[in-house]
């Protein structure tokens, strides 16, 4: 039997229309497209996020769990010589998703950035800055 979509959910969808979803999810977005299949992705407003992955900014993008789910414990020899990198979260393009369905409905991944920008304010997409900038404030008032 042949898949006639494939239906997927995320953490978080980046401002480009890139994914940061559950481990696994980059490999079937791949297979999707392999066999010409749309994959679509159903996720709430909030997960919007302003911010891109930047190309130096891999190690910050995910984060490394216990290798627990992937191997059995009951084999300590294994342990002892294996080394398991169990990445909770994957990168997936926009160019692998089809459609976005929201809470208000069905997006093309070219449409997110406007979305984007009728959520957030311009000084949102750097939140490191604006972190910054709040700190400068509130020394500058800490002196008057």
């Known amino acids: 039997m042949q898949s006639t979509k494939v239906i997927i959910g995320t953490h978080t969808i980046m401002a480009d229309g890139a994914l940061r979803a559950p481990n696994g999810a980059h490999q079937l977005a791949l297979a999707a497209k392999h066999f010409s299949v749309p994959v679509i992705v159903c996720a709430a407003l909030y997960k919007l ?32 010589k294996v080394l398991v990198s169990n990445p ?35 000084h949102d997409y750097d939140l490191d800055n604006m972190c910054v900038e709040d700190s400068d404030d509130e020394a500058e008032d800490d002196m008057t």
């Open 49 to 80: 996020s302003p911010t891109h992955l930047c190309s130096y900014d891999q190690d910050a993008f995910n984060k490394i769990i216990g290798p627990e789910n992937m191997l059995n414990f009951s084999n300590a020899k294994l342990h002892s």
């Open 88 to 122: 909770e979260f994957d990168y997936v393009p926009s160019d692998l998703i089809e459609l976005f369905i929201t809470n208000t409905g069905g997006h093309a991944p070219s449409y997110l950035y406007r979305i984007i920008s009728e959520l957030y304010h311009p």
